[in-house]
């Protein structure tokens, strides 16, 4: 099983990037799946995470009308569209099987092994 993040990159403050979760050994549609990311010295944090079922949304605040979580079930991938980034965005960004209910969090142990993104001023 494998989670492959990728799309990072170097952006400039207010441009805008695409994450990708792509999976080999899993079929992402029977998983929730969350993108967390982690600057270092801080804990990882939880940021969007999308329902296996009904396909429902979750974003923590800080990101909640700049970022899109999406899945292609046919493509085996969830996407994080990363829109209007900020300095403050910059980070390590994971994809993950997760819970997505009353808040969000790793669950099921499969993680992506993380892809920089680095937002410029």
């Known amino acids: 099983v494998q989670l492959q993040a990728s799309g990072g990159g170097l952006v400039q403050a207010g441009g805008s990037l695409r994450l990708s979760c792509a999976a080999s050994?899993?079929?992402?549609?029977?998983?929730?799946i969350g993108w967390f990311r982690q600057v270092p010295g801080k804990e990882r944090e939880g940021i969007s995470c999308?329902?296996?079922?009904?396909?429902?949304?979750y974003y923590v605040d800080s990101v909640k009308g700049r970022f899109t979580i999406s899945r292609d079930n046919a493509k085996n991938t969830v996407y994080l569209q990363m829109n209007t980034l900020t300095p403050e965005d910059t980070a390590v960004y994971y994809c993950?099987?997760?819970?997505?209910?009353?808040?969000?969090?790793?669950?099921?142990?499969?993680w992506g092994q993380g892809t920089q993104v680095t937002v410029s001023s």
């Open positions: 993950a099987t997760a819970f997505c209910a009353n808040g969000m969090g790793p669950r099921g142990g499969y």
């Open positions: 050994g899993i079929a992402l549609e029977y998983y929730n």
């Open positions: 999308i329902g296996k079922s009904d396909g429902s949304t």
